[in-house]
């Protein structure tokens, strides 16, 4: 047994960063985690692996694609599926090291083996009970079940199983048009797999810019996704190596039937809790399942906070570490704040997809008077030369005081460009700020300039 003034349960992205920002505020901290490694789900299952996936299967569309027309001529390369995973893998395996390697320049400890709470100030994992000042849940979250829906993790998977399946599916079917959907989806058709994606609603990625929604959707069909929208799964039948999905669909209750050899189940996440003993405790929860904090991330148990996937917000390993940094600043005695109006969020497709802040239909529902900035990556030097034009930056500002409210980007390196905007709207900036900025050419971001520019004067090149 150690006394510590924090100890963490979880080691993903929230509990992680969280553990070294206290080591770093001068606390003596430990953080436990149950699995063979430490990163959670993003680095283990998640966020990592599916990019390593993504970046190759891109590679082999730009070398099928892309490669001839630039005098890149010879043989296309062909998948070699266990290479494939293998370098998922270690890519895996360097990311989660390197947290190892972290805590210990830190002098984190780890306490192997899963947590539980039997009261406050008191963790126990295994026959060991470690005492600690401060407790904070960073458990995360699973994937939610679907009724009907038997996940098997070999034919009927998760992410987690579409992670590693045994051979690239001749057919998948997706259950939701969501992140994980649709980057995964999108891994699988650049292999080679048919795949079709079953929706629930009318549009894919539900909270998106619509005009981001239609057209990403527009593009993912060019590239051989299927889509079958207004459709509920209602349950999933599967033998050891095919499955069908039967759905119907809302307009007419119509009665369907899809074949697959896999069936990927993403239709959102739930918080993790389980084994951690809260209901004994009395830990408030949620209607949702999560659990309930209060604007410095404390429970209704004085010394108990919990941040990431197993409180409010969105699911995202990005906005876990943002509440990570400040929950250890809060416990340390400092003032941890979060922007929540500022979290980026991206889909690593491609074209990858990025948005931060208010979306047009939130400001026509607030009745707030904006304008867009729009400007294709077609105006995009850079964008042509890389085979990289598809998409848009489009900017929302204020239509009186030009300040930026949200901004959505579809096009290439979205992900990165989005944070120049986002820096912009902790600054209070206006659209005409952004324009103002010397921006160097020839590079992606000079469509985010023109985007800011077209909320005044005008683009130059469009
Ligand atoms: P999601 O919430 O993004 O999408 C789920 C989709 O499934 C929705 O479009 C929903 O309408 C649909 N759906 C629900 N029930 C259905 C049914 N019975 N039949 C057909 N469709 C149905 O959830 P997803 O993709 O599973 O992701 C989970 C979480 O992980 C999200 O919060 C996401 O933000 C996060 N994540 C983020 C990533 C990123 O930032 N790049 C990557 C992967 C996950």
Not at 56 to 67: D, G, K
Not at 330 to 341: F, S
Not at 378 to 407: P, Q, S
Request: glycine share 12%; proline share 4%; hydrophobic share 40%.
């Amino acid at each position: 047994m150690a006394n510590y003034d924090v100890i963490i349960i979880g080691s993903g992205p929230g509990g992680y960063v969280c553990a070294i920002r206290c080591a770093q505020l001068g606390l003596k901290v430990a953080c436990v985690e149950g699995r063979e490694t430490l990163g959670g789900t993003c680095l283990n299952v998640g966020c990592i692996p599916s990019k390593a996936l993504l970046h190759a299967s891109h590679m082999l569309h730009e070398a099928e694609h892309n490669f001839a027309e630039m005098g890149l001529k010879g043989k296309s390369p062909s998948v070699d599926w266990k290479q494939m995973l293998a370098y998922k893998e270690k890519t895996i395996g360097q990311n989660t090291s390197g947290i190892e390697f972290l805590f210990k320049k830190n002098k984190v400890d780890w306490i192997k083996g899963w947590g539980s709470i039997p009261e406050a100030g008191k963790v126990k994992v295994g026959d060991e009970v470690h005492e600690a000042k401060n407790i904070i849940i960073a458990s995360g979250s699973e994937p939610a079940s679907l009724p009907g829906v038997e996940v098997d993790e070999k034919v009927v998977v998760t992410s987690t199983g579409a992670l590693e399946l045994g051979k690239v599916p001749k057919k998948l079917v997706v259950i939701g048009a969501g992140v994980i959907g649709l980057e995964l989806g999108s891994v699988y058709a650049r292999l080679g797999s048919e795949v079709t994606v079953v929706e629930y609603l009318e549009v894919i990625t539900p909270g998106m810019d619509a005009e981001i929604q239609k057209t990403f959707q527009r593009t993912l069909k060019k590239q051989g996704l299927e889509f079958i929208m207004g459709a509920a799964v209602q349950k999933t039948e599967a033998t050891k190596t095919k499955a069908k999905v039967h759905y119907t669909l809302r307009k007419d209750d119509s009665a369907h039937v899809l074949e697959a050899d896999v069936v990927l189940v993403a239709t959102g996440r739930k918080p993790y809790t389980e084994g951690l003993g809260l209901d004994a405790l009395g830990v408030k929860m949620t209607e949702r399942g999560q659990i309930a904090v209060n604007g410095t991330w404390e429970t209704n148990l004085p010394g108990i906070y919990a941040i990431g996937d197993v409180i409010d917000g969105p699911m995202l390993a990005h906005k876990a570490e943002d509440e990570g940094m400040a929950a250890a600043e809060q416990v340390a005695g400092k003032h941890g704040h979060v922007n929540y109006g500022v979290i980026p969020g991206v889909i690593y497709t491609h074209p990858e997809v990025a948005n931060v802040g208010a979306t047009e239909e939130m400001l026509k529902d607030q009745g707030r008077p904006y304008k867009v900035g729009k400007f294709s990556f077609m105006g995009n030097g850079r964008a042509k030369a890389n085979f990289a034009a598809d998409g848009f930056v489009k900017i929302l500002a204020d239509k009186e005081t030009d300040r930026i409210l949200g901004a959505h980007i579809m096009g290439p390196a979205a992900g990165d460009l989005i944070h120049e905007i986002c820096v912009a709207m902790e600054f209070g900036a206006s659209a005409e700020d952004l324009a103002m900025t010397c921006h160097a050419h020839p590079t992606y971001s000079e469509a985010v300039r023109e985007a800011a520019l077209a909320c005044g004067d005008g683009p130059i090149h469009m």
